[in-house]
C-alpha cells in the first residue's frame, strides 16, 4: 500500500509540474505575441503637470523610423485655457481638445502655434471646426498655408503679449534657428519658457531635424533668448523632459559641436 501510495503521489507532481510549464510558456508565447504586434507609435494623449495652472500635453510620432514624443502646453486661467500647439496628429489633437474639456472643464479660449512642423500644427483643423482662435506670425501663417497645414490668424507680429484673465503669454522671435520662423512663449507669472523646438532636451545628442534650420544663427536666436528671460525657472523644450536653463546652454554646446 505504501508504495502504491508513492507512485500516485510521484505520478500526481510530474502531472502538475507539466501542466506548470506548459502554461507558463503558453502565457509567455502569448506575451511575446501582444508585445511584437504592439503599434509603437502611441496613439494617446499623455499629461504632465509642471504647476498647477500650467500642464504638458505629449503627443507621439515618427521621424526617420524612429518615435518621438511632442511636448505642447495647456495654460489655465480664470477665463479659460490657452493651448500652446496642437498634438502631432489630427486624432491626438482630437483628443487633446476633448481631455482639456473632460479634464478642466473650461473653454479653450485661443490656440498658439510656435512655427510651421506637423508636430506643431498638424491639428489646427480641430481648432477650426469649434470656431477657437489661431494665432501665429506672418512668417508662420505664411509658411503653414504653402505646406497645406492650415490658416492661422498672424497677429502675434504686432501683439507680442496675449492676455487671458488673470495670466498672459509673451511672444518672442529670437531669429531663425531650428526654423525660419521659430518663436518663444514667456508666462510672465509662472516663470515658465515654452521654447519648443529651439531648444533641445539634455539628454539630446544631436539636433535633430534641420531640414529648415539655420545651424549658423541658431546659436545666436538662443543666446537671444537666455539673455532676454533669465529668470526662466522651467524650460519646456519642443521634445524630451522639461528642466532648466542649462537645456538652452546644452543647445548651445550642441551647435558649437556640429559647426566644428
Same mark, same amino acid.
Given at each position: ?159 507680442? $503679449? ?7 503669454? @509673451?511672444?518672442?522671435? *529670437? &531669429? !531663425? +534657428? ?7 512663449v514667456w508666462l510672465p507669472e509662472t516663470h515658465i519658457l515654452f ?28 543666446? $537671444? ?7 526662466? @525657472?522651467?524650460?519646456? *523644450? &519642443? !521634445? +524630451? ?19 566644428h
Open positions: 500500500m505504501i508504495v502504491k501510495s508513492n507512485i500516485f503521489y510521484l505520478c500526481f507532481y510530474v502531472s502538475f509540474g507539466f501542466w506548470f510549464v506548459h502554461c507558463q510558456t503558453a502565457n509567455q508565447s502569448s506575451a511575446d505575441l501582444v508585445n511584437e504586434n504592439t503599434n509603437p507609435i502611441k496613439s494617446s494623449i499623455e499629461w504632465m503637470k509642471i504647476k498647477e495652472t500650467v500642464w504638458i500635453h505629449k503627443s507621439f510620432g515618427s521621424f526617420q523610423g524612429k518615435m518621438y514624443e511632442s511636448n505642447g502646453l495647456v495654460v489655465l486661467t480664470n477665463k479659460g485655457v490657452v493651448v500652446i500647439d496642437t498634438a502631432w496628429t489630427e486624432p491626438q489633437t482630437e483628443e487633446l481638445i476633448l481631455g482639456i474639456q473632460s479634464k478642466f472643464q473650461k473653454e479653450i479660449l485661443f490656440l498658439i502655434v510656435t512655427h510651421a512642423h506637423d508636430d506643431r500644427m498638424a491639428g489646427v483643423s480641430q481648432f477650426h471646426k469649434r470656431n477657437i482662435p489661431v494665432y501665429s506670425t506672418n512668417l508662420t501663417a505664411k509658411l503653414a498655408k504653402e505646406k497645406g497645414y492650415g490658416k492661422t490668424n498672424p497677429i502675434l507680429d504686432i501683439q507680442t $503679449r496675449l492676455y487671458a484673465g488673470n495670466h498672459s503669454v @509673451e511672444i518672442f522671435f *529670437p &531669429g !531663425h +534657428g531650428h526654423s525660419p520662423d521659430n518663436i518663444v521654447a519648443g523646438c529651439l531648444v533641445k532636451a539634455i539628454d539630446a545628442t544631436d539636433l535633430g531635424n534641420v531640414k529648415d534650420a539655420n545651424v549658423v544663427e541658431w546659436e545666436n536666436a538662443v543666446k $537671444r533668448v537666455l539673455t532676454r528671460y533669465p529668470d526662466a @525657472e522651467v524650460v519646456v *523644450p &519642443g !521634445h +524630451g523632459n522639461w528642466g532648466k536653463l542649462e537645456l538652452l546652454r546644452h543647445t548651445i554646446r550642441l551647435l558649437v559641436s556640429s559647426n
